[in-house]
């Protein structure tokens, strides 16, 4: 349809390269524990590995952020937000 956009038109350039760029570090973090490559889990190897509540709470939050601005699926960004803070209070020690 002409007067149709897709959810990446609607959203400001900034924001979709910084949700995008936090999608990939969680999707390669989560990928590096699934298949147990080191280098994903950690981009440096003396840091700390990054947990993998900690990258679904950082890919909700950016799923959450892109729904959010793009204006048409408030109600979802809400639901990923409401996930991304459970997630914290359910695997915090």
Same mark, same amino acid.
């Given at each position: +349809?002409?007067?149709?956009?897709?959810?990446?038109? @609607?959203?400001? @350039?900034? =924001?979709?390269? #910084? =949700?995008?760029? #936090? +999608?990939?570090?969680? =999707?390669?973090?989560?990928? %590096?524990?699934?298949? &147990?490559?080191?280098?994903? @889990?950690?981009?440096?190897?003396?840091?700390?590995?990054?947990?993998?509540?900690?990258?679904? #709470?950082?890919?909700?939050?950016?799923?959450?952020?892109?729904?959010? =601005?793009? %204006? &048409?699926?408030? @109600?979802? #960004?809400?639901?990923?937000?409401?996930?991304?803070?459970?997630?914290? %209070?359910?695997?915090?020690?």
């Amino acid at each position: +349809m002409p007067g149709s956009r897709t959810l990446f038109y @609607k959203v400001p @350039k900034l =924001t979709l390269i #910084a =949700t995008m760029l #936090a +999608m990939g570090l969680a =999707t390669a973090a989560l990928a %590096g524990w699934v298949f &147990d490559i080191e280098i994903l @889990k950690r981009l440096n190897y003396s840091w700390e590995s990054m947990k993998v509540n900690t990258a679904l #709470a950082i890919l909700c939050a950016a799923v959450s952020l892109l729904f959010y =601005t793009s %204006g &048409d699926n408030r @109600k979802l #960004a809400f639901v990923f937000a409401a996930f991304c803070f459970s997630n914290r %209070g359910c695997f915090f020690k």
